[in-house]
């Protein structure tokens, strides 16, 4: 790949965004007021704005490998809080994706070194699902499977936060989990039923 592509690709993505109007820059130095904070997988072949059409400051984005909210990241948590407590954004979305290389590395019995920490979680979602999961004789649909959990048990994670239980009192912020077929690039919604979690984990987790 040569980089000097990436300054002339830069040079012409700027012309066609002063196309569609002449104040573009000026509009966009103002500030941002995204509506969504997404979190997805680093994987290259996930893209956050392109594959739901979105442009520049239309979504908070945070990536890491296997879209993971954990309540020990640091870097995870200030997101969420600044996102929902300061950003106000009214839908948070966990978007996993088939395929998916952390998904896969934590279903094998395989020493990955400091990986290892981080695919823990995916593990311990595992775990916590395993008689569905070993009940699945296919491996790529098991594999599947264990991507949509996964997705599933980030959002309880984000439900977990005292700034989503607070956002959806005052507000009525909505949570998702969606995955990404990088087979056919469709975006299918799971459907979590954000609201019987937020009920049923409130029970324990209630923090505000
Ligand atoms: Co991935």
Same mark, same amino acid.
């Given at each position: 790949?040569?980089?000097?592509?990436?300054?002339?690709?830069?040079?012409?993505?700027?012309?066609?965004?002063?196309?569609?109007?002449?104040?573009?820059?000026?509009?966009?130095?103002?500030?941002?007021?995204?509506?969504?904070?997404?979190?997805?997988?680093?994987?290259?072949?996930?893209?956050?704005?392109?594959?739901? %059409?979105?442009?520049? %400051?239309?979504?908070?984005?945070?990536?890491?490998?296997?879209?993971?909210?954990?309540?020990?990241?640091?870097?995870?948590?200030?997101?969420? =809080?600044?996102?929902?407590?300061?950003?106000?954004?009214?839908?948070?979305?966990?978007?996993?994706?088939?395929?998916?290389?952390?998904?896969?590395?934590?279903?094998?019995?395989?020493?990955?070194?400091?990986?290892?920490?981080?695919?823990?979680?995916?593990?311990?979602?595992?775990?916590?699902?395993?008689?569905?999961?070993?009940?699945?004789?296919?491996? =790529?649909?098991?594999?599947?499977?264990?991507?949509?959990?996964?997705?599933?048990?980030?959002?309880?994670?984000?439900?977990?936060?005292?700034?989503?239980?607070?956002?959806?009192?005052?507000?009525?912020?909505?949570?998702?989990?969606?995955?990404?077929?990088?087979?056919?690039?469709?975006?299918?919604?799971?459907?979590?039923?954000?609201?019987?979690?937020?009920?049923?984990?409130?029970?324990?987790?209630?923090?505000?």
């Amino acid at each position: 790949m040569n980089l000097d592509n990436v300054f002339k690709n830069n040079e012409a993505w700027i012309k066609r965004q002063l196309a569609t109007s002449e104040t573009y820059f000026d509009d966009l130095g103002k500030g941002q007021s995204p509506e969504l904070l997404y979190i997805g997988c680093s994987d290259s072949r996930v893209t956050a704005e392109d594959l739901m %059409g979105l442009g520049p %400051g239309e979504v908070f984005v945070h990536r890491n490998i296997a879209n993971m909210v954990s309540g020990t990241d640091f870097n995870a948590m200030s997101v969420v =809080e600044y996102a929902v407590t300061h950003l106000k954004v009214n839908h948070v979305v966990v978007c996993g994706h088939y395929a998916c290389g952390g998904v896969k590395a934590a279903m094998q019995s395989a020493d990955l070194g400091v990986l290892n920490g981080w695919l823990r979680n995916i593990r311990d979602v595992y775990r916590i699902h395993k008689d569905e999961l070993n009940a699945i004789t296919d491996e =790529e649909e098991k594999y599947d499977r264990l991507v949509e959990l996964n997705v599933k048990e980030q959002c309880v994670n984000l439900i977990k936060t005292a700034a989503v239980q607070k956002a959806y009192r005052d507000r009525g912020l909505k949570v998702h989990g969606w995955v990404f077929d990088v087979h056919t690039g469709k975006l299918i919604d799971l459907k979590i039923d954000f609201e019987k979690y937020l009920k049923d984990i409130m029970e324990i987790y209630h923090l505000d």
